[in-house]
């Protein structure tokens, strides 16, 4: 993450996100990564995201989606 600025900005797609009934995970990871989404992304978050056994809040999807893809990126 470059900076807070890519964060609030993360968050409030998030929050307008969460503002809906039910959450996608690959909602969720458009919102957080753009226009870098893509199946394997979703398949990795949501791997994650369902071996974790409690709610995460909004900062904590957008910084974990955000250092899967880090990873991913690295992994290349």
């Known amino acids: 993450m470059s900076s807070s600025e890519d964060l609030d900005s993360i968050?409030?797609?998030l929050n307008t996100?969460?503002?809906?009934?039910?959450?996608?995970?690959?909602?969720?990871?458009?919102?957080?990564?753009g226009k870098e989404s893509d199946e394997e992304l979703e398949d990795?978050?949501?791997?994650?995201?369902?071996?974790?056994?409690?709610?995460?809040?909004?900062?904590?999807?957008?910084?974990?989606?955000?250092a899967i893809r880090d990873w991913r990126e690295q992994q290349a």
């Open 17 to 33: 996100l969460s503002e809906e009934e039910e959450m996608d995970i690959g909602d969720i990871v458009k919102a957080v990564v």
């Open 44 to 66: 990795w978050v949501r791997a994650a995201f369902e071996d974790i056994d409690r709610s995460l809040n909004l900062v904590e999807m957008a910084q974990g989606i955000l």
């Open 11 to 13: 968050l409030d797609r």
